[in-house]
Antibody
Framework: EVQLLESGGGLVQPGGSLRLSCAAS????????MTWVRQAPGKGLEWVST????????FYADSVEGRFTISRDNSKSTLYLEMSSLRAEDTAVYYC????????????WGQGTLVTVST | DIQMTQSPSSLSASVGDRVTITCRPS??????LHWYQQKAGKAPKVLIY???TLQSGVPARFSGSRSGTDFTLTISSLQPEDFATYYC?????????FGQGTKVEIK
């Protein structure tokens, strides 16, 4: 059974940093691209960043480019999102999601971790 | 960036109703249109991928199609468990984008 478990969320001051983790199990982690998607309170879904299975390529939304870094440790089946220079508008639930088998959609999602940027 | 215009933003329907939600991309996309369902406080769940392929385990009352530039999610007979918010998602080009969501409420 595929499981994705995010952790690392919390309250952080504007300008601060935070690292999110997503522990994966139930599939061959290194074979699949992984993505972070966020959802601000009461709002819709926003794609944040994607990393290929081997970690060699990364992609970012303009809104986080230069402030967030996606990475993965395939030996630990864990995905990361390093967030710095955080802003109030980064407040959201952050989900990690697994790429589908044959198509680039998200077939499994974690339960999400809440990041709150506030004084 | 490809903007995804989803309509309606909300609708009220009764159990047994046929429901249609439309998503129109700002640019033509050849492939890579998917639909998700999200219930309050939960992670999204994929229903349909690649326009019309039903994800394993999803009831057959859900279907997806394309007509011209518009993509459609149809629920043939709304069930109590279908009251949720639905999102379209394009993975044709980066940045991947989502529609703004359609909230399906009980009439």
């Amino acid at each position: 059974e595929v499981q994705l478990l995010e952790s690392g969320g919390g309250l952080v001051q504007p300008g601060g940093s935070l690292r999110l983790s997503c522990a994966a199990s139930g599939f061959t982690f290194s074979s699949f691209a992984m993505t972070w998607v966020r959802q601000a309170p009461g709002k819709g879904l926003e794609w944040v960043s994607t990393i290929t299975g081997g970690g060699g390529s990364t992609f970012y939304a303009d809104s986080v480019e230069g402030r967030f870094t996606i990475s993965r440790d395939n030996s630990k089946s864990t995905l990361y999102l390093e967030m710095s220079s955080l802003r109030a508008e980064d407040t959201a639930v952050y989900y990690c999601a697994k790429r589908g088998e044959r198509e680039p959609f998200f077939d499994y999602w974690g339960q999400g971790t809440l990041v709150t940027v506030s004084t | 960036d490809i903007q995804m215009t989803q309509s309606p933003s909300s609708l009220s329907a009764s159990v047994g109703d046929r429901v249609t939600i439309t998503c129109r991309p700002s640019q033509n996309i050849i492939r890579g249109l998917h639909w998700y369902q999200q219930k309050a406080g939960k992670a999204p769940k994929v229903l349909i991928y690649a326009t019309s392929t039903l994800q394993s385990g999803v009831p057959a009352r859900f279907s997806g199609s394309r007509s011209g530039t518009d993509f459609t999610l149809t629920i043939s007979s709304l069930q109590p468990e279908d009251f949720a918010t639905y999102y379209c998602h394009q993975s044709y080009s980066i940045p991947w984008t989502f529609g703004q969501g359609t909230k399906v409420e009980i009439k």
